[in-house]
């Protein structure tokens, strides 16, 4: 009798997951022709360039069983954080995150359920944040800036296409004292969302150094947020005033909204320019009108870029 032992061999074992469709390639970056400016002064968490990129490329994640991955930022910008979404740029106290079309910030590589998972079309977000102390090497090279994969399939790659070259620049910004009046009378809130007064007033930069190419600014409460989007924030814990909060607006005449960041338009390259605002009490709803002083107080940040 004869026996025939027959053996099957493969060099490749299907992955968990695999991508169906075309690998999207994104490339950031490409008004970074004349460098990029940091104020500073800036705190910890400021965005100080961000980049918008477009992608229609259809495409579809499919895991059959549980999957691994995420995204692989390029080892050589340092070293990857274990989790989270802030990834670093080398050793210049900056780094970045990328926001998808879904409006969800890329992340560090973990464990993803099985299933058909559609990726979204749209806009990719690009965002350098300052992550600390700005350090000596102040130059990002062009190139990649890490992948999406999962189990060995490449989602997404990202990419640099103009160097990072860093500077620091500041302008000074004393801090202003508004007067809003003292001689309202109550009957000037006969109804809720009532401001009787615009106050115009500015915020004087001076002494602006070279290289600054655009001013972004925002502001954010140091009392109490009443309406983020209308830009209202509660008089501070001194004031005897009841029933009234500050809000604050743009050259516009629209409100300004807590913690957005606005273009000042305005900037031309000159050494010292305003920013004009205004402010006025807005009156509240569901509250006890009472008379007293009318405190309040708000952090003025600018970016230079």
Request: hydrophobic fraction near 35%.
């Amino acid at each position: 009798m004869a026996a025939t032992v027959l053996t099957y061999s493969s060099d490749s074992v299907a992955a968990p997951c695999y991508l169906q469709g075309k690998i999207r390639v994104i490339n950031f970056g490409s008004n970074l022709a004349g460098g990029l400016s940091v104020g500073r002064d800036a705190p910890v968490g400021t965005v100080i360039y961000k980049d918008i990129v477009h992608t229609s490329d259809y495409q579809t994640l499919i895991c059959d069983s549980m999957g691994y991955g995420g995204f692989y930022v390029n080892t050589s910008l340092g070293r990857p954080p274990p989790e989270g979404n802030v990834f670093p740029l080398g050793q210049t106290g900056l780094s970045f995150r990328i926001m998808e079309p879904n409006n969800s910030y890329l992340r560090a590589p973990t464990s993803i359920l099985p299933g058909n998972k559609p990726q979204v079309v749209g806009n990719y977000t690009f965002e350098i944040i300052k992550s600390g102390e700005l350090g000596k090497n102040n130059k990002v090279p062009a190139g990649s800036l890490g992948n999406k994969a999962y189990d060995g399939n490449t989602i997404a790659e990202f990419n640099l296409l103009r160097p990072i070259v860093l500077s620091q620049t500041s302008c000074q910004a004393p801090s202003i004292q508004v007067s809003m009046g003292d001689d309202y009378q109550l009957t000037e809130f006969n109804k809720a969302g009532s401001t009787p007064r615009m106050i115009n007033f500015n915020v004087g930069l001076t002494k602006c150094e070279q290289g600054i190419n655009s001013i972004t600014y925002s502001l954010d409460a140091t009392s109490q947020v009443l309406d983020r989007q209308k830009g209202i924030v509660a008089l501070n814990s001194s004031s005897t005033a009841k029933g009234i909060g500050l809000q604050l607006i743009g050259k516009t005449g629209q409100p300004l909204a807590l913690g957005t960041t606005y273009t000042f338009a305005g900037f031309n390259s000159t050494t010292n320019f305003n920013i004009p605002l205004s402010a006025t009490y807005y009156r509240l709803a569901g509250s006890t009108l009472e008379a007293g002083s009318a405190n309040a107080s708000v952090r003025f940040t600018v970016n230079y870029l």
